[in-house]
């Protein structure tokens, strides 16, 4: 095991994000554009192969948790092949995938035999005509059936990630709270960020964590949950009755950069630090012409090293990333 991957800041990077492909089957209003969406050609995206050796050289410089992500991983084919390769590297502790869920009826089973860990699924709506809405697909049903698939296939608990927009998610939050309460399923609720392709985002669009907690626990009383083992972005709260919980990612409102623990490999083979850096390594390039292992070691904690300290949404200075949500991942 090499030196462990730590910043400037004194971080510990323990989480690699992978995104597989910067395709998707939604089009998300706040991710993507309706139409004309310019998508890598595929000699761009690393190959599995590729995906294998790089999580090999993270996990032998202390990665300990991959969560495979898009576009939408799941319209990337063969996937289950990937997540077996993965599955199997030594000192891997945690194997996870966030999905907009419509692929899980056909694929949770073997995602679940191939060594997947863990499942969250984003899901912003309860109500179809609004999923329409906001994903330009009526498909919300297919995602209902895909959870209750993924579940038993033993996918359990499943995190349900909604991005909470001013306007449009403030009426469903006691739906949600509800179905947090009906379902073996958490509610995580994410800050809306200024990563949309169509640069809509505007302070007053996003609710903030506050605000959502105050609005359910008036109706269904929360207590905090304390956290334990290495920070997570979400705080976590329980109904007081017991009947479930949900969480909060107050990216925009409390961000969390100090103990932030993650990076992210993109789908073209760039290193991003930061869900919001403006500058990338490029680590395809090198490992295509041959570098070693250990050129593309130095490459990766160089990058670790200069590790932004956090995002500035909101303050002077605030670049807005030149890579939209459904590119990097979330
Ligand atoms: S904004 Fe960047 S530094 Fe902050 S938590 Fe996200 S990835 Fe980490």
């Excluded at 991957?5 to 993507?32: A, E, P, Q």
């Excluded at 949309?196 to 929360?222: C, F, M, Q």
């Amino acid at each position: 095991m090499y030196t462990q991957l730590i910043d400037s800041h004194g971080r510990h990077i323990i989480k690699l994000r992978i995104s597989v492909t910067d395709r998707c089957n939604f089009r998300c209003v706040y991710c993507m554009p309706e139409e004309d969406m310019a998508f890598l050609p595929k000699p761009e995206i690393l190959t599995f192969e590729e995906i294998e050796r790089l999580a090999r050289i993270f996990v032998g410089l202390g990665i300990q948790k991959i969560r495979l992500t898009g576009g939408e991983p799941l319209v990337r084919r063969d996937l289950p092949r990937l997540v077996d390769q993965l599955s199997g590297i030594p000192g891997l502790r945690d194997l996870s995938m966030t999905t907009n869920g419509i692929g899980l009826v056909e694929l949770a089973h073997p995602l679940r035999k191939a060594g997947l860990d863990r499942l969250n699924v984003s899901l912003d709506s309860l109500n179809p005509e609004k999923f329409m809405q906001l994903t330009r697909r009526d498909m919300l049903q297919k995602v209902l059936d895909g959870l209750q698939v993924a579940f038993d296939a033993g996918f359990s608990p499943i995190r349900i990630n909604v991005v909470a927009m001013r306007g449009f998610t403030d009426d469903e939050l006691v739906d949600f709270a509800q179905f947090a309460r009906q379902h073996p399923y958490r509610i995580r609720f994410i800050e809306f960020m200024p990563l949309d392709a169509d640069h809509n985002w505007e302070d007053s669009k996003y609710l903030p964590g506050k605000e959502i907690l105050e609005r359910i626990d008036t109706v269904y009383p929360l207590e905090i949950v304390e956290p334990k083992g290495a920070p997570e972005p979400a705080t976590r709260y329980r109904f007081k009755d017991g009947l479930g919980e949900i969480g909060i990612i107050p990216t925009v409102s409390e961000p969390f950069c100090d103990s932030c623990n993650r990076i992210r490999l993109i789908a073209d083979g760039h290193l991003r630090t930061c869900l919001f850096a403006t500058r990338e390594t490029d680590l395809k390039t090198p490992l295509r012409n041959g570098a070693n292992d250990d050129e593309l070691r130095r490459l990766i904690r160089e990058a670790v090293h200069n590790k932004e300290q956090g995002h500035m949404i909101n303050q002077v200075g605030f670049i807005r990333p030149n890579r939209s949500m459904s590119q990097i991942g979330g």
